[in-house]
């Protein structure tokens, strides 16, 4: 396997909806990696694009809709899905190609625009569930969620207020996000006290729906060692899938998320992944996702992710830090973006090019992760300095 | 990233989308399908008409699986036989929704649970909603019981089950 280094990113404001469409934030994300990388688009080998459900933009050709903003026309060109794990899968799928030899230069483009299905973007998700024995309970996507809040907090005796610590880190990080979309300061008692949505999830304890795009470019050692003196490498990936039938699981740990993780770690050499990841960017479209998602890359132990994030050891100046972006809690959750946003954001934070965003601690390698669809995917991406 | 102060983006604000300031096109699209509950499926929809709840066993691992399926993923065979369950559980986890699915508030809180169904295998269960219980009164590992619609009413479906209730008094 060849070495592939990432060696541009850039993205778009993430709001909760945007004048321009799908094509041209993903045009104005590719644009800024591209100029990052120092590359034009006639560079680029092959384009791999990420992009959630059809049904928030009502085109069923999402990819090829999308392929000419992403810099993909008459080119090697993917569109991949694997719900909300899509945002750092796409460069998984990149990494194969400049990993195997097929591709030198890869484009690698996240992009999701939430805004235009009314009355809710809440309402598309109601499809993924089974038509027979779920939909007409009236399912809605936020069950499953504080279902499984619900089971990890009783599993592991974990307190609300815990929970909330999380959302009111990662919106206060997101204070120095310049795309971000919900940063704040809030307390403790303002995401206890928020509305309840679907208990135990609350109104802050939630990302929003968002429109947005970003994208990374990845580059052989070859191409790498000649265009920049600042390559980050790309050092481990895995990927796992856990069965749909969500309610023969027990939801308290995410062991597809374990094995994903596992898979990344191996192809890292890394035995320890507490003490030999740095930071990790962990996706957190709600707040306890943060602590499950700790707990399943073995960053903490069952548990113990709560009282981490109680002894301030996740905050940027912590020695783990989680989230210095500020997250989908954030910065905003366009789905497959928020994902390529994480990616990003490493890569920023490796180079020491994150400003106010950047992490007290001297930083060699770092993690992102997401993860989707019935509380069954786990991806994970690995990279260093 | 920081050099750049501004990054590329228009934001649409709340009021401008409201008093349709720009320019976009509306429409509404009516989907309408018809899913084939499949081999396994079928036969649950069959006994839940008859007020049982039915598996199938895979006579490998020798679980028991609810839902039941036409295969056992784990052994990647055909599953080899139907098992009539229980209609008592234990509730694995529960929630309370104050929302629709297109995000509109409910009128009133729905008590919604995973409940592992009695002689199924551990851990095997449904998604449902629960009944005759104030959300305070609810906790995980309480015991519950399917309350059916009346016999005529029933039709071969998930809700011929109207909730379940505590067991426990």
Request: charged share 25%.
């Amino acid at each position: 396997m060849r070495r592939v280094a990432v060696v541009g990113a850039g993205m778009t404001l993430f709001r909760h909806r945007m004048l321009e469409t799908g094509k041209e934030m993903a045009f104005e994300a590719s644009r800024m990696a591209l100029d990052q990388a120092g590359l034009d688009i006639k560079d680029v080998d092959s384009v791999v694009l990420g992009s959630a459900p059809d049904a928030f933009d009502g085109v069923h050709m999402k990819g090829e809709y999308l392929l000419d903003g992403a810099g993909g026309t008459c080119k090697p060109y993917t569109r991949v899905y694997v719900g909300g794990g899509t945002g750092v899968f796409v460069p998984i799928a990149a990494w194969w190609q400049v990993a195997s030899g097929v591709a030198d230069i890869v484009l690698v483009v996240g992009e999701e625009k939430m805004s235009p299905l009314l009355p809710h973007p809440q309402y598309a998700f109601w499809s993924i569930f089974d038509p027979i024995l779920e939909r007409p309970l009236g399912v809605t996507l936020l069950w499953i969620f504080s279902l499984e809040m619900r089971r990890y907090m009783h599993v592991y005796n974990v307190k609300e207020e815990d929970i909330a610590l999380v959302a009111v880190k990662n919106k206060r990080n997101a204070l120095d996000h310049p795309a971000a979309q919900l940063a704040a300061n809030i307390t403790v008692d303002d995401v206890l006290k928020s509305e309840p949505i679907c208990w135990p999830v609350k109104r802050l304890d939630v990302s929003p729906t968002s429109d947005g795009a970003a994208a990374v470019v990845l580059a052989s050692e070859d191409v790498a060692r000649r265009i920049t003196d600042d390559p980050v490498w790309i050092t481990g990936v895995g990927w796992n899938v856990d069965s749909t039938y969500w309610t023969n699981r027990d939801l308290c740990y995410p062991e597809y998320l374990e094995k994903a993780a596992n898979m990344a770690y191996r192809m890292a050499h890394i035995s320890d992944p507490k003490k030999e990841i740095d930071f990790a960017e962990v996706y957190d479209p709600f707040d306890y996702k943060e602590l499950h998602h700790m707990e399943g890359l073995q960053l903490a132990r069952r548990g113990e992710a709560p009282k981490l994030t109680r002894e301030g050891v996740t905050q940027r100046d912590g020695d783990l830090p989680i989230n210095p972006s500020g997250g989908l809690l954030g910065v905003g959750n366009p789905i497959a973006a928020a994902g390529m946003m994480k990616i990003a954001e490493v890569f920023w934070q490796l180079r020491g090019e994150a400003g106010k965003r950047q992490v007290k601690k001297p930083v060699r390698r770092g993690l992102a992760q997401a993860w989707g669809d019935l509380m069954q995917v786990g991806t994970v991406v690995i990279m260093e300095r | 990233m920081e050099s750049k102060k501004t990054l590329p983006g228009t934001p649409i604000a709340g009021a401008e989308w409201d008093n349709e300031v720009y320019s976009f096109r509306k429409h509404s699209v009516q989907l309408r399908y018809a899913w084939d509950a499949g081999s396994a499926v079928s036969g649950f929809l069959e006994g839940l008409k008859e007020g049982r709840i039915l598996g199938r066993r895979c006579n490998r691992c020798m679980r028991v699986l609810v839902p039941p399926r036409a295969f056992c993923e784990r052994c990647f065979r055909s599953t080899d036989e139907w098992v009539e369950v229980k209609d008592t559980g234990k509730i694995n986890t529960y929630s309370v929704s104050y929302v629709n699915n297109d995000a509109s508030r409910r009128d009133k809180p729905l008590i919604v649970a995973v409940i592992e169904i009695d002689e199924a295998s551990p851990g095997m269960g449904f998604l449902h909603v629960l009944g005759e219980v104030e959300p305070s009164k609810v906790h995980v590992d309480m015991k519950v019981k399917a309350v059916w619609k009346p016999r005529d009413e029933r039709v071969g479906a998930i809700t011929d089950i109207k909730y379940f209730k505590p067991l426990e008094v």
